[in-house]
Structure formats: structure tokens, C-alpha cells
């Protein structure tokens, strides 16, 4: 019994473990295919997508964040639209969390201080006004407030990956008031989607005709 697992998110590991341990090889070009990228990662899962065209197929992708009432969250469909969100929200200083791909239009802004969170430093180079913020996450909630009240931070960015991972700045975002615009997901073709790996794991276990339950007595 073999699965392939395109993409590298937490999921896509986490699956990994469980299928292995039900005896399954993780083998590329299996004709089974769980698609479990980044949310972001939209070339590759387009790519995915195609690929496994004429394969059985599903999307694993976690949800998407949703707003509370405390939160002040403003949506946008593109980076651009997001920059000129937060443009028209009159602050000084902003952090970036949108990954490296979608930084150019906040470079063009003038009157924001951009604090760029980014894994990749010294690439990507430095806005024309701010700085890179090495990224050494996880982070959790009280590390998030004090590193945005020290920074003056007084506005958000992010791309709505959902996950555990990068919730803690939303929830920091949450206690001290702060605004924060959330780039949403691109829209994808109609494909059979699971939202997470308990789904994921069903799917895979009804294709290869395993029962759950016998393999866990």
C-alpha cells in the first residue's frame, strides 16, 4: 500500500506519521495523492493539482481564521488591496507576516515603518522605510505581546493561513486593540477538500479499503 503526500505543511506531517504507522509507504508517484501544502503555496498546489488529475485525489488545508468580537480584522482578496487597506489606516508602524512573494506593494508606501517578518534573512532586502525581523518562531501569546508593545507595533499583516502556528500575533493583536488586515486564500479549482488530518486519514483508509477500527484493536 502506497500514498503520495505533496507539500510540507504541519498536516502533511502529521499524516505522514499516521499512515506510516498503519503500514503505508509515502511514495511520490503512488496513485493515491494527498495534497497538503502551505495554504500560500499556491504554484504548488496548482502543479498538485494537475498532476494528480487523473489520480484519486483530496486537499488537505486547514481552515481559515475567523474574527471574534474583540478582533479589529480587515479582509483583502490580494497584497495589494491589503496595502492600501492598511495605507487608510492612518498608523506609523506596521508588521509584515505575508511572506517574502507579496511584499512589493508595502514597499511602495511611504509613511509606514514596515517591520518584515521573514524566515529568509538578509533576504528579503529591507523596506525603504523599516526593517527584516529574523523569524525564530514558534511564538507564543505573551512572547507576541511583548515583542509588538517593544516594537510600536500598531498594525497587522498576515496572510489567512489558519493553523496553531501563527496564532498567537492575532490573539496578541486581540489584547492590545491593534488592527490587522488579513490577506485571503486565492481561490482554487472544485476539488474534494478535507480540513484536517483525522479527514485526511478516513479518505485515505476508505481508498485502500482498511478498517480504523480493526488496525486500532
Known sequence: M???IVGGSREAELLAKEV?????????????VVIA??????????????SAANKPHILLQRPKWQPEKDDNWHFANSAQEAAKTLESLNISRALLAVGNARLAPFYRLKNID?????RNTPHPPAPPKGRICPFFGPFDIKTELKGLTEQGINALVVHNAGGRGGW??????RQLGLPVVLIDRPDLPDVKTVTDVDAALDWVAASLGLDLCAQST
Open 2 to 4: 502506497k500514498l503520495a
Open 20 to 32: 506510516k504507522a498503519l503500514g503505508i509507504e509515502i511514495d511520490p508517484s503512488a496513485g493515491l
Open 37 to 50: 501544502p502551505h495554504p500560500f503555496d499556491t504554484d504548488l498546489i496548482e502543479c498538485a493539482l494537475l
Open 114 to 118: 514596515l517591520v518584515v517578518r521573514s
Open 168 to 173: 498567537p500575533k492575532l490573539a496578541a493583536a
